[in-house]
């Protein structure tokens, strides 16, 4: 079946610390998707990155990026430098395209950066 | 410019009464998901539609209906059959493809008194 677990319920760090948050998923089929989310205060899910489980190659954009690892199954990402900005809910989520459309979200992990 | 509206951003209802929850899209896409999230929690799937006329239960429909007779909308009816309807309610749209990312909403916060 399909699953994501994110195991770091909340993280705290100071700022200018870099800080990972931890993504592991299962999956019934070779053919599926990771992406990452954040949600603000304010609610809303906003889209940071989707990546295919054919492209093993990490990812960095400015001040973020993502290991995805299809050997422990995990997809990691990683904040470098952070900001109270980057203060956010982090949601992690699965979509299998051969099983519908739908997506599947993990718990997510709460992050607080203190200034 | 494009987007999902969801609305209102705040709601108060009576226990026993229905409540529908809207969502509306500009952004032509297919599919359309409802999740349910409750306070330091994820998302769950309540319902979900891929095309027109044609919807999905997900792992938390009952207690909830939808209906999807136009692609832009996809409301929600939160039914007095809910026994614990006070949470937070994303609506989501993307493309009928599953391999694209999902857009949403700012969500609507339902409170039961």
């Known amino acids: 079946a399909q699953k994501v677990t994110q195991a770091q319920t909340e993280i705290s760090v100071v700022e200018k610390e870099d800080v990972t948050l931890d993504c592991v998923y299962e999956?019934?089929?070779?053919?599926?998707?990771l992406f990452w989310y954040k949600q603000p205060p304010s609610g809303e899910l906003v889209f940071l990155i989707r990546?295919?489980?054919?492209?093993?190659q990490n990812e960095i954009s400015g001040r973020y990026s993502w290991n995805f690892q299809k050997s422990t199954s995990s997809f990691n990402f990683t904040i470098t430098a952070s900001q109270v900005v980057d203060s956010a809910v982090y949601f992690c989520?699965?979509?299998?395209?051969?099983?519908?459309?739908?997506?599947?979200f993990g718990p997510g992990t709460r992050l607080s950066v203190l200034p | 410019d494009g987007g999902i509206t969801q609305s209102p951003k705040y709601l108060f209802r009576k226990e026993g009464q229905n409540v529908t929850l809207s969502c509306e899209q500009n952004?032509?896409?297919?599919?359309m998901y409802w999740y349910r999230q409750d306070p330091g929690q994820g998302l769950r799937l309540i319902y979900y539609?891929?095309?027109?006329?044609?919807?999905q239960k997900g792992d938390i429909a009952e207690g909830y209906s939808v209906s999807r007779e136009k692609k832009e909308s996809f409301p929600l009816t939160v039914t007095s059959a809910q026994k614990n309807p006070t949470a937070f309610y994303l609506c989501?749209?993307?493309?009928?493809?599953?391999?694209?990312?999902?857009?949403f909403g700012q969500g609507t916060r339902l409170t039961v008194v």
């Open positions: 989501a749209s993307s493309p009928a493809t599953g391999t694209l990312e999902a857009f």
């Open positions: 999956t019934r089929d070779t053919t599926y998707y």
């Open positions: 990546r295919n489980s054919f492209d093993e």
């Open positions: 989520a699965l979509s299998e395209p051969n099983y519908g459309q739908n997506f599947v």
């Open positions: 952004l032509n896409h297919d599919a």
């Open positions: 539609s891929q095309i027109v006329n044609d919807f």
